[in-house]
Nanobody, 119 residues
Framework: QVQLVESGGGLVQPGGSLRLSCAVS???????????FGWYRQAPGKQRELVAR???????NYADSVQGRFTISRDSAKNAVYLQMSSLKPDDTGVYYC??????????WGQGTQVTVSL
């Protein structure tokens, strides 16, 4: 089992920045089995979508909509995953979820943190 707890969401004006954090906990064997850590978001009335993910080898990839504006990173020593978001747009508004994927049938999700980009 892996537990994920997000933090860092809030209200920000367009063009602003936010840094989301995901605290990862669980057994060492469960955490070491994770292939991808990722961030997803869900806007009202829309499906949950992948924003960014990073492999256990620290190889990131991003959705086209956030490429160049968002940066995903992880700190293995702190068991944390981060999403640095810059040049935020109203379309970035949504609930952001941390995800851990061991490439098996079980995926792990956090409870989500709200990000609102508005004047």
């Amino acid at each position: 089992q892996v537990q994920l707890v997000e933090s860092g969401g809030g209200l920000v004006q367009p063009g602003g920045s936010l840094r989301l954090s995901c605290a990862v906990s669980g057994s060492r064997s469960s955490i070491s089995a994770i292939y991808f850590f990722g961030w997803y978001r869900q806007a009202p009335g829309k499906q949950r979508e992948l924003v960014a993910r990073i492999t256990y080898e620290d190889r990131p990839n991003y959705a086209d909509s956030v490429q160049g504006r968002f940066t995903i990173s992880r700190d293995s020593a702190k068991n944390a995953v981060y999403l640095q978001m810059s040049s935020l747009k109203p379309d970035d508004t949504g609930v952001y979820y941390c995800n851990a994927d061991p490439l098996g049938s079980t995926k792990y999700w956090g409870q989500g943190t709200q990000v609102t980009v508005s004047l």
